[in-house]
């Protein structure tokens, strides 16, 4: 699932809205969640299920915020590790937020290139508010 929105100006709901966010998450549903929730917050949102469809979006699109789970499958890479990587390959992105269902997880001060770890059970509005710091 590859999506790119763009939010109308018109409507936005949030004067403060700019930059281009980047939500990868494994869970197609999670995405589309939060595609709705944080589109007016941004001028530009894209979502990617998979490391290759966010490589897409980041080597073509000048991403400003990343929204990234910390498990995108068994299979794939791990989301700290990815951050990480992206921090430093794309330096468009401006704050990068660990989006994880795991408590345990600890704080964005133990892993680089991580600006906030949010729990997927929190509201949205710590999510924005970590994404606009």
């Known amino acids: 699932m590859n999506s790119v929105f763009k939010a109308n100006r018109s409507c936005l709901d949030d004067s403060n809205s700019s930059g281009i966010l980047l939500i990868v998450d494994d869970n197609p549903l999670i995405c589309r969640m939060l595609s709705r929730r944080l589109l007016s917050s941004f001028d530009a949102l894209h979502t990617a299920c998979t490391k290759e469809e966010a490589e897409q979006h980041l080597s073509k699109t000048p991403v400003s915020h990343l929204v990234c789970d910390k498990d995108l499958g068994e299979s794939a890479q791990n989301g700290i590790a990815l951050v990480a990587r992206w921090r430093t390959e794309y330096p468009s992105i401006e704050r990068a937020v660990l989006f994880t269902g795991d408590e345990s997880t600890g704080s964005a001060t133990l892993f680089p290139g991580i ?12 999510l924005i508010k970590s994404l606009k710091r």
């Open 115 to 126: 600006d906030a770890v949010v729990y997927k059970t929190t509201n949205f509005n710590q």
